[in-house]
C-alpha cells in the first residue's frame, strides 16, 4: 500500500491555480487494481514467470484461472507488467465466466498499458465491447476509465475527459478520486486553442470543467479579475464536482494578489558582451507588460544596466529607488555575487542558473537551462521503456556539461550509458558514427565467416544492438552531418533524441531533410502559435523576429509574467505555470521547465501530440495500484 501510495504522489503533483495549479481533490487515492484471492493453500506468487508458468502447469483449470488473475494482479503491483501481460495471455477468455473475464480484461489492459501498449488496450475493449455493454454499470464505468487512460497517453485528451466525465458519477469512491484529479491534471495541460474549440461545443459538467480550466489557464491576467471570474463560475456551477475546491483556490489567489509586488527592477546588460541578449530579453518583458496592460494591474518596472563590473552597486540603486522585487541579473557571474550577498532585502529572480548551497531564502532563478531539456529526454525515454543508451556529443566543456545531465539523471532512472562519443564537426563525423555503431566489427566478422565456409549466409554489416536510442547534441548544421551518417551506417531506424539545439526555430525544409526522424524538444513559443494574441503583439512590433535571440525573447515574456505568479509558484510545491518556454514549476527555488516534442518530417518540425506528464505516469500508477 505504501508503495503503491508513492506512486500516486508523483501522480497527483500537478496542481494548477491560475498559472498555479491546484489539485481539485484533497484525497490522495489512485483506483484499485482488483484484489484477486488466490487459491486456498497457494498464496504466494512465484517470483519468476518460468516458475509460475511451471506450477500453473500442473494444476486442474480452474485452480490454473484463478491462480493466473491472483498472481498477474501481485506481478502488476510489482511493477512486473511483462510477466503479468504473459500470464494473461496465457488464458483463453472464451474458458471464462463473466466476472473473470471482465477482471482478465480489466488487468491486461492495465498490463498493456503500464508497457505503453495505448494501441492494444484500445483495441482490446473494442473488441470486447459488446460484452462489456451486458456489464453492471460500474464495471463498464472502470473499463471506460481504462479506456480514459488510455486515450490520455496516446495524448487525445478531450476524447480522455469526454470519457471520464461520463463514466465519472458510476465509480466508486476511490476511482472518483482518481478521476477527478486526473481530469484536472489533463485540462491544464490542453493547448489554448483546444481548450477554446471544446468549450464551444460542450455542455454540462465537461463545459464547466473546461470553463474553469480556461478561467485558470491565462498567467497574464489580473489576479483581480480572476478572482472575481472564480466567484461568477462558483455561483453558475453550484453542484459541479469541482465546487468544493474553489475556496482553496480562491485562497490562494487572494495571497498572492496581496504580495504581488508594485515596482519591479529589472537588471539586464544593454553594454557589454550580453548586451543582444539583454536586449531581446526586455523586448519580450515588455511585449508581456503591454498585453497585461490591456487587462488589468500592473507594476511599475525600471530597467538597469548590470552590463558593468560593480554589478552590486547596480543592485543597491534599485532598491534605493524602491525596488520591492528584482529581476536579474543575467549573467552567471553576476548571480553567483549576487547570490552570495546572504538575505536580500527584495525577493530576487536571478535569469541564470548557478549551483549553490547556500541561497538566500528569497533568492530564485530561472533560465533557459539544456541541461533541463536533457534530462526531460531521459525522463522521456525511460517511461517509453528504454534501457540502454548511447550519448554522442560535440567537443567542448558546454556540449559535456549537457551530456552528463543526461547521463546522470539516466543513470538515476535504472538507465545504462553503453556508449558515449564526442565529435569534431566536417568530415571526421562519419568515421566517428561508425566507430560509435562498431560497424567495423561487424564487418570484420562477416569476412571470417567467410572465409571459412561456402554456405550462402547473410553478411550485410550491422550496428551494435546495445543502444535503445541515442541522446545526440547537435545544432543544425552538425545534425545534418551526424543523422546522414547514421543512416548509412545501418542506423537509420536507431531512435535519436536531441534538445532545442538542432532546431534553428525558421524552417529550412531542403537542408532539414537531412535531419528527418530526428525527435527533439523545444518550447511552445517556437514549435505552436497556441499563444495568438502573443505572438500577434509580437509580430506587429517586431515584425523580423529576434533571430537566434528568439528564445531568449520568449523567456522575456515569461521572466515578466514569473514575477507576479513567484508566490503561488512558491508556496504550492505542486503549481505551475503554462509558460511560452514551456511549463513552468518550482524546484529548490529554480524553475524548471517541460518542454514540448515535435520531430523532423519532410524537412520541417513537426509538433507530436503532447502526452503530459500526468499522463505519461499513469502507467506507473497502474503498475503501483
Not at 289 to 313: C, E, I, M, N, W
Not at 612 to 623: D, K, L, S
Amino acid at each position: 500500500m505504501e508503495f503503491r501510495k508513492a506512486y500516486l504522489a508523483a501522480l497527483l503533483a500537478v496542481t494548477i491555480v491560475a498559472g498555479c495549479s491546484t489539485s481539485p481533490s484533497s484525497k490522495t487515492r489512485v483506483y484499485e487494481t482488483p484484489v484477486v484471492a488466490a487459491p486456498d493453500g497457494l498464496t504466494e506468487t512465484p517470483p519468476a514467470l518460468t516458475a509460475a508458468r511451471s506450477q500453473l502447469a500442473s494444476m486442474d483449470a480452474d485452480e490454473r484461472i484463478a491462480s493466473t488473475l491472483s498472481w498477474a494482479s501481485s506481478y502488476l503491483n510489482e511493477k512486473q507488467a511483462a510477466d503479468a501481460n504473459q500470464l494473461l495471455s496465457d488464458l483463453n477468455p472464451e474458458k471464462l465466466n463473466s466476472e473473470q473475464r471482465f477482471t482478465w480484461l480489466l488487468l491486461s489492459g492495465r498490463a498493456q498499458l503500464s508497457q505503453q501498449q495505448t494501441e492494444k488496450t484500445l483495441s482490446l475493449l473494442q473488441q470486447h465491447q459488446e460484452e462489456i455493454l451486458q456489464y453492471p454499470a460500474e464495471q463498464q464505468a472502470q473499463l471506460d476509465l481504462l479506456r480514459a487512460d488510455a486515450l490520455a497517453m496516446k495524448g487525445e485528451l478531450l476524447s480522455s475527459l469526454q470519457q471520464r466525465i461520463a463514466a465519472h458519477p458510476l465509480l466508486g469512491d476511490e476511482d472518483q478520486d482518481y478521476n477527478h484529479n486526473m481530469t484536472w491534471q489533463l485540462l491544464m495541460q490542453m493547448p489554448n486553442t483546444e481548450l477554446d474549440e471544446a468549450i464551444d461545443s460542450s455542455s454540462g459538467d465537461l463545459r464547466g470543467w473546461l470553463t474553469l480550466a480556461q478561467l485558470y489557464r491565462d498567467p497574464i491576467a489580473d489576479l483581480d479579475a480572476q478572482i472575481t471570474r472564480l466567484n461568477q463560475w462558483s455561483n453558475q456551477w453550484r453542484s459541479h464536482p469541482a465546487i468544493d475546491n474553489v475556496p482553496q483556490m480562491l485562497d490562494a489567489l487572494e495571497k498572492a494578489a496581496s504580495q504581488r509586488p508594485s515596482q519591479v527592477a529589472i537588471l539586464l546588460p544593454t553594454s557589454g558582451p550580453l548586451k543582444n541578449a539583454g536586449a531581446a530579453l526586455q523586448e519580450g518583458i515588455m511585449t508581456a507588460f503591454y498585453q497585461q496592460q490591456k487587462s488589468g494591474h500592473t507594476p511599475t518596472l525600471r530597467f538597469y544596466d548590470s552590463g558593468s563590473d560593480d554589478v552590486l552597486a547596480v543592485y543597491q540603486q534599485a532598491i534605493t529607488d524602491g525596488a520591492d522585487f528584482i529581476l536579474g541579473p543575467l549573467s552567471k557571474d553576476n548571480v553567483a555575487t549576487i547570490a552570495s550577498q546572504g538575505t536580500l532585502p527584495v525577493t530576487t529572480m536571478a535569469l541564470n542558473y548557478i549551483e549553490t548551497d547556500n541561497r538566500p531564502d528569497n533568492f530564485f532563478q530561472f533560465g533557459l537551462a539544456p541541461e533541463d531539456e536533457a534530462r526531460q529526454i531521459a525522463n522521456h525515454a525511460a517511461r517509453n521503456g528504454a534501457l540502454q543508451a548511447g550519448v554522442l556529443y560535440p567537443e567542448g566543456e558546454w556540449a559535456a556539461r549537457v551530456a552528463n545531465a543526461f547521463a546522470n539523471r539516466w543513470q538515476e532512472l535504472g538507465g545504462s550509458v553503453t556508449i558515449t562519443r564526442t565529435y569534431q564537426e566536417g568530415p571526421s563525423i562519419g568515421e566517428t558514427v561508425k566507430e560509435m555503431l562498431l560497424v567495423s566489427q561487424s564487418q570484420q566478422r562477416g569476412n571470417a565467416v567467410s572465409r571459412f565456409t561456402s554456405l550462402k549466409m547473410d553478411n550485410q554489416p550491422r550496428r551494435r544492438q546495445d543502444m535503445d536510442f541515442l541522446f545526440l547534441l547537435a545544432d543544425p548544421n552538425q545534425g545534418r552531418q551526424v543523422k546522414p551518417a547514421l543512416n548509412f551506417h545501418y542506423a537509420k531506424n536507431l531512435p535519436v533524441y536531441s534538445t532545442s539545439l538542432i532546431y534553428s526555430g525558421e524552417e529550412d525544409p531542403r537542408r532539414d531533410q537531412d535531419l528527418n526522424g530526428i525527435r527533439f524538444v523545444d518550447m511552445p513559443w517556437i514549435l505552436t502559435d497556441d499563444n495568438q494574441a502573443l505572438h500577434e503583439a509580437a509580430n506587429e512590433q517586431w515584425p523580423d523576429g529576434h533571430g537566434r535571440y528568439e528564445r531568449l525573447f520568449a523567456m522575456g515574456i515569461d521572466t515578466y509574467r514569473l514575477q507576479g505568479r513567484l508566490y503561488l509558484l512558491n508556496a504550492l510545491s505542486s503549481s505551475e505555470l503554462p509558460g511560452v518556454t514551456g511549463r513552468l514549476h518550482m524546484k529548490n527555488q529554480r524553475i524548471v521547465r517541460e518542454l514540448n516534442w515535435a520531430v523532423f518530417s519532410s524537412g520541417k518540425a513537426k509538433t507530436l501530440p503532447q502526452t503530459t506528464e500526468a499522463a505519461q505516469n499513469i502507467p506507473r500508477a497502474i503498475t503501483s495500484q
